[in-house]
């Protein structure tokens, strides 16, 4: 075992002949910001997914519209019509922007808000129908919150769980589908 | 032709025109009404006023008429808190619940009814119904029950 004793004295001598205390410091210093920055970088970000712009939530197959006054892609977040929603799209779990995926019940009641559409630049009355059931989707969830009122205005808050007026209450996913034109935004 | 017959004849043709465009404002008016019930009713109520299927929003459909023919009916209907505490003016509101009126129970009216006009609305959403809303409705569905049978 000398070999070994000898190795780690002359190791541990090594460095505390050619480093200094304040190296140390500045050494752990970098490290501790440097690791704390990369996850800020917009390289990590597009990597990671999420609701940043054009991510796809991984598994889920891009979708975009072949309909030009209904562009976009209703798997990702930016999609026009999803500027009020907060809750797991539909269309990434069975069915589509405006429709329920086989097995949920579409709630009666809902919240409703209007977007922009980009193609034609008009704002369109927009139905965030939620989707009752057995589970909970869990894929692609989307918050975007523009329109959304406190609980105590809770006709146009997103927080609500709609399921209340359907027969069975757990949330599983949500749609947006357009009720009409708005003459106002 | 005279220079006052040719105005007299310019007038009435302006009366006549601005006539035959009245019922284009009208319907205008009734779409921008049934479009703000839309926004701001219809996610609970539902577009045909079904409400919820449950009591929690109930069924307006052939019923909500009957609230302006019973006493105390007329100032329920605006002192419910969805509609008195809605982000809107007393103008549209009041637009909005005659619209509403006449859309979903126009035979459950009675005959004397009068419109809303914004003085009343705005006068009545002053008191919003809170605690006592559900007893205040129980109450006044009775004397409906009681109404029917007499009319």
């Known amino acids: ?185 | 032709m005279s220079t006052r017959q040719k105005n007299n004849l310019a007038k009435r043709a302006l009366c006549l025109t601005l006539l035959c465009l009245l019922p284009l404002f009208c319907r205008a008016n009734d779409a921008h009404t049934k479009m703000q019930y839309t926004l701001y009713c219809s996610g609970c109520h539902t577009a045909d006023g079904r409400g919820s299927g449950d009591e929690r929003i109930p069924d307006m459909r052939n019923f909500v008429g009957y609230f302006a023919a019973v006493e105390g009916g007329r100032e329920f209907l605006i002192q419910v808190p969805g509609v008195s505490t809605a982000p809107l003016k007393s103008r549209d509101l009041a637009d909005i619940v005659n619209w509403m009126l006449r859309t979903f129970s126009a035979d459950q009216l009675p005959d004397d009814f009068i419109k809303f006009d914004e003085q009343e609305v705005e006068r009545l959403r002053h008191y919003v119904l809170r605690s006592e809303l559900g007893d205040k409705r129980k109450q006044l569905v009775s004397q409906i029950e009681e109404y029917k049978k007499h009319n």
């Open chain 1, 1 to 185: 075992m000398k070999w070994f004793d000898k190795f780690f004295e002359n190791k541990t001598r090594n460095i505390a002949r050619t480093s200094s205390r304040r190296s140390f410091l500045a050494n752990v210093g970098k490290a501790v910001v440097g690791v704390s920055v990369i996850p800020a970088l917009p390289v990590a970000k597009a990597a990671g997914g999420g609701s940043s712009a054009g991510a796809h939530y991984p598994g889920v197959s891009p979708q975009p519209s072949d309909d030009s006054a209904d562009p976009g892609d209703p798997t990702t977040c930016e999609y026009w019509r999803y500027c009020g929603i907060d809750g797991f799209l539909c269309s990434c779990c069975g069915g589509s922007q405006s429709a329920c995926p086989p097995g949920t019940e579409m709630s009666p009641i809902t919240w409703i808000g209007t977007c922009l559409n980009p193609a034609d630049n008009k704002h369109y009355i927009i139905s965030y129908n939620d989707c009752c059931g057995k589970a909970a989707c869990g894929r692609c969830f989307c918050n975007r919150n523009e329109d959304d009122t406190p609980m105590y205005r809770a006709f146009t808050n997103n927080d609500t769980n709609w399921c209340v007026g359907a027969s069975s209450e757990t949330y599983v996913c949500s749609t947006a589908v357009i009720l009409g034109t708005s003459m106002e935004s």
